[in-house]
Each structure stands twice: as structure tokens, then as C-alpha cells.
Nanobody
Framework: VPLVASGGGSVQSGGSLRLSCTTL????????MGWFRQVPGKEREGIAV???????QYADSVKGRFTISQDNAKMTLYLQMTNLKPEDSAMYYC????????????????????WGQGTQVTVSS
């Protein structure tokens, strides 16, 4: 299910941003949902996911700096990004799919069939 990401922008290295993704209508007991990013000319990269039991998985490149969370009451998925680096610059996407998979498979991006509108993050040095 393509979801719409927002909250991107331009920040300096070391700064922070919080991305949001409205999950309205995405109400499934099992799911794989998360954040991915893509730089032109490169493959899309899974960076943070959460599955139905609340387990999260992060790419090594963002561990300790990014945090994925969800607010079920607000039906929103968040990605808190801190200590941003120029190499974090990319188009960020959120997506969800109502399947029960391991977090390691979810973050591969394979379970997803479509990608919605992303939000650009640019980090300057």
C-alpha cells in the first residue's frame, strides 16, 4: 500500500528532521511497514521498518541515529532522524503491506509492490 510521506527538507549536517506518514485506512492485524530511501541512480534502500508485533529493524547506516515509531491513535508512522549526514540525502518513502513477515525480509523492500509520493531530505555539510 503506497503511503504519503511528508516532513522532508534541507538541514545542515548534525541536524534533525522528523518524517511523517499517514496510515489512515491501513488497519491490518499483521503488517510490514517502514521507511525507504533512494538516491538517483541507486537502488531503493530499506532503512527502518516495523512489523505487526512491534519489532523494528534498522539499516546499519542509520542505527543509533534514526528511530521509527507509530502513533495508532493518529494513524501516523514517524521517522525521527538525528545527527544527519550528507549521505542521508535522498528521497524518502514510506510504505506498508498487510503481510506477516520477518523484519529482515520487510526491510529488503521485496514485500512491497508500489511506492507512493516521497519526501526529499537534503543534508548539507
Amino acid at each position: 500500500v503506497p503511503l504519503v510521506a511528508s516532513g522532508g527538507g534541507s538541514v545542515q549536517s548534525g541536524g534533525s528532521l522528523r518524517l511523517s506518514c499517514t496510515t489512515l485506512g491501513f488497519t491490518y492485524p499483521t503488517y510490514c511497514m517502514g521507511w525507504f530511501r533512494q538516491v538517483p541512480g541507486k537502488e531503493r534502500e530499506g532503512i527502518a521498518v516495523i512489523v505487526g508485533d512491534g519489532t523494528t529493524q534498522y539499516a546499519d547506516s542509520v542505527k543509533g541515529r534514526f528511530t521509527i515509531s507509530q502513533d495508532n491513535a493518529k494513524m501516523t508512522l514517524y521517522l525521527q532522524m538525528t545527527n544527519l549526514k550528507p549521505e542521508d540525502s535522498a528521497m524518502y518513502y514510506c510504505a506498508g503491506t498487510p503481510v506477516s513477515v520477518a523484519p529482515t525480509f520487510c526491510i529488503s523492500g521485496v514485500p512491497f509492490r508500489s511506492w507512493g509520493q516521497g519526501t526529499q531530505v537534503t543534508v548539507s555539510s
